[in-house]
């Protein structure tokens, strides 16, 4: 496989050691879009970054909500942070294929132009 299709395929795959570096920041929510994305696949299917990612997430959870009312459901509230970013990225690549198809359907409509145009000539 040439090398530029292959750091297409792999371009958001990264390392224990990289996931474990995003953590803190996805739990303060200062990850890119392209970082939760990286690290949401690659919890995905590495369920010790998981872990870590879900006992980071409960402790500082749990410290803001004791300050709050000490009376939350964690999990849940772990469920929904997870949730939200998964969302995040769907749409975000949603968008990202809606406006490819945007353009083409432009450039078919101007190319169809061309034509008719050249055919009234
Ligand atoms: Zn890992």
């Known amino acids: 496989m040439p090398?530029?299709?292959?750091?297409m395929k792999n371009h958001l795959e990264i390392t224990h050691k990289e996931?474990?570096?995003l953590i803190p920041d996805f739990i303060t929510g200062q990850l890119t879009l392209q970082e939760t994305e990286m690290l949401m696949n690659h919890i995905d299917h590495?369920?010790?970054?998981k872990?870590?990612?879900?006992?980071?997430?409960?402790?500082?959870a749990?410290?803001?909500?004791l300050e709050r009312d000490g009376n939350i459901n964690l999990q849940e509230e772990l469920d929904q942070t997870l949730e939200n970013a998964r969302h995040k990225i769907r749409m975000?690549?949603?968008?990202?294929?809606?406006?490819?198809?945007?353009?083409?359907?432009?450039i078919v409509a101007l190319l169809a132009v061309a034509v008719w145009i050249i055919v009234r000539l």
């Not at 590495?46 to 970054?49: E, R």
């Not at 749990?62 to 909500?65: D, S």
């Not at 294929?97 to 353009?103: C, D, H, S, V, Y």
Request: aromatic share 10%; hydrophobic share 45%; net charge negative.
């Open 46 to 49: 590495c369920p010790d970054c």
């Open 3 to 7: 090398p530029y299709f292959s750091r």
């Open 51 to 60: 872990e870590e990612l879900a006992i980071n997430f409960l402790i500082s």
């Open 19 to 21: 996931a474990l570096k």
């Open 92 to 106: 975000h690549h949603f968008l990202h294929q809606t406006i490819i198809a945007l353009e083409i359907v432009g």
């Open 62 to 65: 749990g410290l803001a909500g």
